[in-house]
Nanobody
Framework: QVQLVESGGGLVQPGGSLRLSCAASGFTLDYYAIGWFRQAPGKEREGVSCISSSDGSTYYADSMKGRFTIYRDNAKNTVYLQMNSLKPEDTAVYYC?????????????????WGQGTQVTVSS
């Protein structure tokens, strides 16, 4: 059973930065992808970014490009999401998810396991 644990959320002022972590365990596949998604109150879940396990290929939703960076530490089975220039509209619960295929896609129904989420609030 794949387990995902997110951390790093919190309250930050507009323009600030946060780094989210997703620690993954319980899998044996060498080739997989981990994605970040978010869900704001009253809105649908949306894809943020994803990364493949082997070559580190990444994919970003258009609205995140240039502000968010996803990267991995395979030795720690951990994926990070560095978020800069945060805006109030980035406020949401952020989830990481795991899929047993390496292609980088941001469709939530393509992911097999989900973490519990971490709250990010951007407010002055």
């Amino acid at each position: 059973q794949v387990q995902l644990v997110e951390s790093g959320g919190g309250l930050v002022q507009p323009g600030g930065s946060l780094r989210l972590s997703c620690a993954a365990s319980g899998f044996t596949l060498d080739y997989y992808a981990i994605g970040w998604f978010r869900q704001a109150p009253g809105k649908e879940r949306e894809g943020v970014s994803c990364i493949s396990s082997s070559d580190g290929s990444t994919y970003y939703a258009d609205s995140m490009k240039g502000r968010f960076t996803i990267y991995r530490d395979n030795a720690k089975n951990t994926v990070y999401l560095q978020m800069n220039s945060l805006k109030p509209e980035d406020t949401a619960v952020y989830y990481c998810a795991w899929r047993g295929r390496e292609s980088t896609v941001l469709a939530s129904d393509e992911y097999d396991y989900w973490g519990q989420g971490t709250q990010v609030t951007v407010s002055s």
